[in-house]
């Protein structure tokens, strides 16, 4: 039974009491000395209190986001997510090193047994990713309100987690051309778990139109990768790397044997060659693939339904390139100072391009029910992932 928190009696979301949603992002000044006092006192503590800086970030972004004029709220603490860290690194990752130390001493790092653990871990480890990053979203919804409702998903991590692995399994057994599937199946989880207090959202939706963009990006990415090889080949089979070889040589002045500082420049300089193929590649594929992302997110918005309202999405490849980059410069060039602007350049993303059509009546909604998790997000920080 809801109980009405803004209202004596519930209403239907078509009511006189249903009003239009509105969604923007409002940003504050204080952002840029919140970066910098996180960083400083990072360095401090040893990146021991960044479980605090996260916290800080999150306050400054969530009150930017206004529904209806209103503020959200955050209300996480640095205190829960550092002893949910400390609570899964004394439960699983302490217990999992020393049972790996123990076999390595016991039969020898290179003996079968220890070499099949360390295979066993990280099996066990990938079976966890989707168990974290749906506990890290729960954790997230139950602390952030809005006019004193809070956010909630009471759904099986479990279940998740299962459905998040065999997506994992199956990607390279396809080849990818699962993703669009599997996605959609676990974008359809979450949203059917999430919860604005006690009113469900719903997904409902196929993964068939993504399937002609997929294709298109997949075959792409194909090309251009069949195309760096080739290229690659060409400079090798034409002497290229002779012809470099040679010049080093002749600025040797023997002709014959190079010096060590020498040899080692060609090690750089193939090195560098490697990483700067990689890079390029990266680059391509991320440019490729925003044509695919942008199509599923105005996709999986437009299977989202809440309780009289529709949502549409505006996702473009080159909104999403330019995102991409613009945090990649941030992150690069701050030597990861600006990290919290780049936390705000997607938060905004989103915020600013989400148009949502309808009305609710908000008296209807009740407080959520569901229980709230204090052990924060550790182990999505342990493993190095991120919910959103």
Not at 213 to 219: E, I, S, T
Not at 241 to 259: C, H, M, R, T
Not at 287 to 308: D, H, V
Request: proline share 4%; aromatic share 16%; with cysteine.
């Amino acid at each position: 039974m809801k109980t009405p928190l803004f209202g004596s009696q519930p209403a239907s979301p078509t009511s006189s009491a249903a009003q239009p949603v509105q969604i923007a992002y409002v940003a504050q000044p204080g952002l840029g000395s919140i970066a910098i006092s996180n960083f400083f006192l990072n360095l401090i503590t040893l990146w021991i209190y960044r479980f605090w800086a996260k916290t800080r970030v999150r306050r400054h972004i969530w009150s930017s986001v206004h529904v209806n004029g209103e503020p959200l709220e955050y209300t996480g603490t640095g205190k829960e997510l550092f002893l949910g860290f400390v609570i899964v690194l004394a439960v699983i990752f302490l217990p999992l090193a020393l049972i790996g130390v123990a076999l390595s001493v016991y039969y020898g790092p290179e003996r079968a047994a220890s070499i099949a653990y360390t295979y066993l871990i990280a099996l066990a480890l990938s079976t966890m990713y989707g168990f974290a990053i749906y506990r890290a979203r729960r954790y997230r919804l139950s602390r952030t309100l809005w006019r004193g409702i809070r956010g909630a998903l009471p759904g099986s991590a479990i279940s998740y987690s299962g459905k998040y692995f065999g997506s994992l399994l199956l990607s390279p057994i396809t080849a990818g051309w699962s993703s669009p599937a599997m996605n959609l199946i676990l974008a359809e989880q979450m949203t059917n778990d999430m919860r604005f207090g006690n009113t469900p959202f719903s997904f409902t939706g196929r993964a068939g139109p993504l399937y002609t963009r997929y294709a298109l990006c997949w075959f792409l990415t194909l090309f251009v990768y069949l195309g760096l090889i080739g290229i690659a080949i060409g400079l090798y089979s034409s002497g290229a790397f002779d012809s470099l070889q040679n010049v080093l040589k002749a600025i040797d002045g023997e002709g014959n044997y190079l010096p060590d500082y020498m040899k080692g420049l060609i090690v750089f300089a193939g090195f560098l060659a490697i990483i700067l193929f990689l890079l390029l590649f990266a680059t391509l594929r991320s440019i490729i693939w925003s044509f695919y992302t942008a199509k599923e997110l105005n996709l999986f918005a437009q299977y989202t339904r809440f309780p009289g309202t529709r949502f549409e999405f505006n996702a473009t490849p080159w909104s999403l390139i330019t995102l991409w980059l613009g945090n990649m410069a941030l992150i690069i060039f701050t030597l990861g100072i600006a990290q919290p602007f780049v936390e705000q350049r997607i938060m905004r993303y989103f915020v600013d391009r989400l148009t949502i059509e309808g009305a609710v009546d908000f008296s209807s909604v009740g407080q959520s029910q569901a229980a709230i998790d204090k052990r924060g997000e550790g182990l999505i920080d342990a493993l190095n992932l991120d919910a959103f």
